[in-house]
């Protein structure tokens, strides 16, 4: 109803493996949040490749679903998108030493500042003779980037005087939650209490922004309290849940990524057959085996165990050590009815696995599935229309 299913190795006869991305699944996560949020801005964060989905072909899905900001970690992320031909503002936010803040000024990047920046961005600005747009972060809990509570007021105070002297203007107040998928958990009240207190402490310095924004996914979906001018949101963007007691289904919104390669071989063999790397798995009964040409060098978790694996609409479970290159699947049955060259997904289209299903079997968050899907695996970009969203 949904996925027109698309039937890649008809539509790509070379087709071996690939992550195929499908933007209209992006445009309605955009549209579904940016409906939620109202009348909040939307800020799509495509930093990491757009989480594993080539980051100029969410960025344009994003901007046609009605996003109003990219966001990215680094400077450099957000040049690419600029070299590529995105307008819209983007805000990059992880800055180091080395980063060229002369070139995100002249490229119109927005710069998220924590502390140290802000001299130095200063300083470009002063050279380019070109004023520095900047969102001052605070720390309100996470811990990882953004000023104290202690430093703020200073940090405030020169960003004031250098907004006076022209070299920069404040457009943003922003902070990062901790436990925001975790919606019961009091530190989001605490930390939303905190972020307050920062906007009120930046008033009195004469610094008050038009974009006050706090929300990741989470947050964007179960804290309306959060949503300020703008939330910035990922995970749900690509069309996976947050939460670990909700699904993207129950949130409205569709996988983007669908992760497909086919059977590369199919094998009998008698009971005690060992499987892969360690022997860390031997069947106890005569059984059929299926190898599957995607491994770690893919992103396919090597500690995952028992991950499901959908055969021809089937779904089974791999056995034994993902390797670099390849992992397999016990069919369960001498007699299984699969072939190589039959159609496998890991997860994602039609397959009823989720990458939380895969993060589940590897100990880890659907973010960093998708996330890691390998450089060697070709994303196939795809658009299963917008024929649904009518309904
Ligand atoms: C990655 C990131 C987001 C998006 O988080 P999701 O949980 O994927 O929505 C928002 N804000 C910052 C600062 C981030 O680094």
Known sequence: M?????????????????????TAAIRHNVRTIADYVRPAKVMVAVKADGYGHGALTTAQAALEGGADWLGTAHVTEALSLRRAGIEAPILAWLHTRGTNFAEAIEDHIDLGISGWELDEVA????????????????????????????????LTQRAYRYQEEGLI???????????????????TDEQLEAYRQALAVAEENGIVPDLRHVANTPAALSRPD????????GVGVYGESPFADRSAADLGLKPAMEL?????????????????YGLTHRVDAPTALALIPLGYADGIPRIAVHAPVSING??????????MDQFVVDLGSE??????????????????????????????????????????VPRIVTDSGDATEAE
Do not use: C
């Open 169 to 187: 203007s404040v457009d943003g107040i922003f902070t990062h939650l901790a436990v925001a998928d975790e919606p019961d958990r009091r530190e």
């Open 226 to 233: 959060a949503h300020f001018d703008m939330v910035r949101v």
């Open 2 to 22: 949904s996925f027109t299913g698309a039937q890649p190795s008809a539509v790509h006869p070379g087709f071996e493996r690939a992550a195929i991305v499908d």
């Open 260 to 276: 497909r390669t086919t059977v590369a071989n199919v094998k009998r063999v008698p009971a005690g057959q060992g499987i892969s």
């Open 335 to 376: 007699d299984a009815p699969v072939s190589v060259g039959d159609q496998v997904v890991l997860f994602g289209g039609e397959s009823g696995i989720s990458a939380a299903d895969w993060g589940e079997a590897a100990h880890t968050i659907n973010y960093e599935i998708i996330t890691r899907i390998g450089a060697r």
């Open 314 to 323: 089937h779904v089974y479970r791999s056995a034994g050590r993902v390797a």
């Open 123 to 154: 300083a470009a600005a002063s050279r380019l003779q070109t004023p520095a747009r900047v969102h001052l972060k605070i720390d309100t809990g996470l811990g990882r980037n953004g000023a104290t509570a202690a430093a703020w007021p200073e």
